[in-house]
């Protein structure tokens, strides 16, 4: 055989067992994935693990948004900390966001800080199925809704409860509904019992949580740190394109991202766009990609909004702000989608407290 010949032939084998084990490994962790038949989305309409509720592939892809049916349907994962129920602490009941099956009880929530929404339990029923899931390289089990077949996400042997279960499900698999809501919706005389509820939280009913920028941050968070109805604050990294940055990353003004603050709010006491008020008057929200001394689009100022009602409000407030003339000069304040917020290091949280050095416009 000619060389040449030789190096096409070794190309395609390698090209082929990579496809045929990319192939093996979707067919062994999606089965919604195979056309096998009795899938619940293959496309045949049959059933899957038991599931009560059954739809083609098409029939999903019509009811789902893109997001759901990619993690739903296609067994994807949706970005750590992007999700809406990772840090959202309602008391209420979790239903399967394709089926409307009830999943989770809020008591048995709780952060494992790993950005998804995590969970002890589910409800009794049993609720979900779980299934070996063998792709990427690793053994895991992977959680479905037991009335439809979907992907929820997977379970863990790492939970802070008797069992140790730590059920780490996608926001996008679920839809949330507050407890009195949930039974109407249910239509149940009783709510659904979670097998092993945790303690209630201490914390309220609903919280919120909003992102800002608007400068060094640890000036920013101490501000934020004193409003009544702030329960919580962190700084971290947000508004660019470079994964996990560090604190160095950011100072070089080449990732993109702005020192932020996400702050966690009880909206019984404080409203977002009261909230927003409050930003604008922590920083000179007329400066471009600086505050004060501190220089560069690390510095910029910006609201990052997490969904419509946010944004309007931001836009909202801003509007007012340029309209009544208190400031001289044009207001530059960024309006954009929250995107993925990487916390800072441990020794910029809550910065002013551990070292009382007022700096940074405070
Ligand atoms: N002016 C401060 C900025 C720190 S901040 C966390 C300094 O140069 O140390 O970016």
């Given at each position: 055989m000619a060389a040449r010949t030789k190096i096409v032939v070794m190309a395609l084998c390698i090209f082929l067992g990579w496809a045929g084990w990319t192939g093996l490994e979707a067919l062994l962790h999606c089965s919604?994935?195979?056309?096998?038949?009795?899938?619940?989305?293959?496309?045949?309409g049959g059933q899957d693990m038991g599931a009560k509720v059954t739809k083609t592939k098409k029939e999903w892809k019509a009811a789902l948004t893109p997001e759901q049916y990619d993690v739903m349907i296609q067994c994807g994962t949706e970005p750590?900390?992007?999700?809406?129920?990772?840090d959202f602490w309602g008391k209420g009941t979790y239903f399967c966001?394709?089926?409307?099956a009830p999943l989770f009880d809020s008591n048995t929530k709780y952060d494992h800080g790993t950005g998804w929404p995590s969970f002890t339990s589910p409800l009794t029923g049993p609720a979900v199925d779980t299934k070996d899931d063998i792709s990427h390289f690793t053994h895991r089990i992977e959680v479905r809704?037991?009335?439809?077949?979907?992907h929820l996400g997977h379970v863990f042997?790492?939970?802070?409860?008797p069992d140790g279960?730590?059920?780490?499900?996608?926001?996008?698999a679920l839809r949330f509904a507050p407890f009195d809501a949930a039974r109407r919706d249910a239509g149940a005389a009783t709510p659904p019992t979670p097998q092993a509820a945790t303690p209630a939280s201490p914390r309220p009913a609903a919280v919120e949580t909003a992102v800002f920028a608007a400068g060094c941050f640890w000036g920013v968070e101490y501000k934020f740190g004193?409003?009544?109805?702030?329960l919580e604050t962190q700084v971290g990294y947000t508004?660019?394109?470079?994964?996990?940055?560090s604190y160095e990353d950011v100072c070089t003004d080449a990732t993109g991202h702005a020192e932020a603050i996400r702050v966690t709010f009880d909206p019984t006491k404080i409203n977002y766009e009261d909230l927003v008020r409050k930003f604008f008057s922590?920083?000179?929200?007329?400066?471009l990609n600086r505050q004060g001394p501190d220089v560069g689009t690390q510095y910029r100022s910006a609201i990052f909004y997490r969904d419509a009602v946010q944004k309007t409000a931001a836009e909202k407030v801003r509007a007012e702000m340029e309209k009544s003339g208190a400031l001289r000069k044009r207001i530059v304040t960024d309006i954009v989608p929250a995107g993925e917020f990487y916390k800072a290091e441990e020794?910029?949280?809550?910065y002013y407290e551990k070292n009382k050095i007022k700096s940074c416009g405070f």
């Open positions: 919604p994935k195979a056309k096998t038949a009795g899938s619940a989305a293959d496309g045949t750590p900390f992007s999700g809406k129920y990772n966001a394709a089926c409307g809704c037991a009335t439809c077949g979907a042997d790492d939970g802070p409860g279960k730590h059920y780490c499900i996608n926001s996008a004193q409003v009544p109805g702030v508004g660019g394109l470079t994964k996990n940055p922590f920083h000179d929200p007329t400066q020794y910029h949280q809550q």
